[in-house]
């Protein structure tokens, strides 16, 4: 942002106040993005709907839901979908996350990408495979 001067300083006064406004404006709008990535929650099943999990913002597990046809199951198998079907539920959390940077904070800003980069990485998507054994 140029910074025109007068011989008064008010230009230089009013761009001073504008950059704090702008600078408050964006830690408000980073603090919003934060906040609700910590409050939320997505879930997935498994194709036959045998196995639902719900994870929070942080990836963590916090609700698993096993129909009663999982008990003819090995035991291998019930671990195998439960956590295939937890990796779909934190696969999708980047692309809430990236829904929630836009209205916060942009999608195109530096605090959009990084934090959007952040769950891609940590939650990627499932390979495909993976995905049909659900």
Do not use: Y
Not at 34 to 42: A, Q
Not at 71 to 85: C, F, G, H, N
């Amino acid at each position: 942002m140029a910074m025109p001067f007068n011989a008064a300083g008010e230009d230089a006064d009013a761009w001073v106040d504008s950059w704090a406004a702008s600078v408050s404006a964006r830690a408000q709008a980073a603090q919003e993005l934060s906040e609700r990535v910590s409050m939320l929650s997505v879930s997935a099943a498994s194709r036959d709907g045998a196995v639902e999990v719900t994870v929070a913002g942080s990836g963590v597990m916090t609700d698993l839901k096993l129909d009663d046809r999982v008990r003819s199951w090995p035991a291998d198998q019930i671990a195998a979908q439960v956590l295939a079907v937890m990796r779909r539920a934190q696969g999708s959390l980047a692309a809430r996350v990236a829904e929630i940077a836009d209205e916060t904070v942009g999608a195109d800003s530096e605090t959009g990408r990084a934090v959007v980069d952040g769950f891609a990485r940590r939650f990627p998507a499932p390979p495909d495979d993976e995905d049909r054994q659900c």
